[in-house]
């Protein structure tokens, strides 16, 4: 079984800017998305991929991904599924032993910017960089899948 282990941090500040090594624009969309799993399309770099995550709250889900052809991921986000899709810019951001993975949204989520570290068991040890906030792993309104249904900027 596939298994992802990440945390989710918001962010304090815009010093993470000043170590960004590359950043990807991504366009997704959500095929479904329920207590027991998300199927997602996400075009990235010029590639497609097919995603399929488990339900589960907290910092350790069953995932699945799929490289798909450009084109095809392009007509399934337009046409099958739910919107609007997810628009963000992915910044890659080396510190210590990993790499972040820091999400500045856009469209109905703009404002919003998460940083995300993956690490290979639960309790690997990380560095917490000096720009980052509060840990929103286990709340799922920070979930993707969440914020194409509940985007951030209509959040009281």
């Known amino acids: 079984m596939a298994v992802e282990i990440e945390h989710k941090f918001l962010v304090r500040d815009e010093r993470w800017r000043r170590e960004v090594e590359r950043s990807v624009r991504m366009r997704q969309g959500y ?4 207590a027991h799993c998300s199927v997602r399309v ?12 488990s339900g589960t709250l907290g910092i350790q ?8 052809p450009l084109a095809e991921a392009e007509e399934i986000l337009d046409t099958l599924c739910e919107q609007p899709l997810l628009e963000k810019t992915r910044h890659f951001v080396p510190s210590g032993r ?10 109905d989520n703009a404002g919003l910017i998460v940083a995300e570290v993956e690490l290979s068991r639960p309790d690997e040890p990380f560095d917490r960089p000096d ?3 509060a840990d929103v792993s286990r709340d799922i309104r920070y979930y993707n899948s969440q914020l194409a249904r509940h985007p951030y900027r209509a959040w009281p």
């Open 42 to 53: 996400r075009v990235a770099g010029g590639q497609g991929y097919l995603n399929i995550k």
């Open 61 to 68: 889900r069953s995932e699945y991904e799929y490289p798909i």
């Open 98 to 107: 990993h790499l972040w993975e820091i999400d500045e949204f856009e469209g």
């Open 131 to 133: 720009w980052l906030g």
């Open 31 to 34: 095929l479904t998305s329920d």
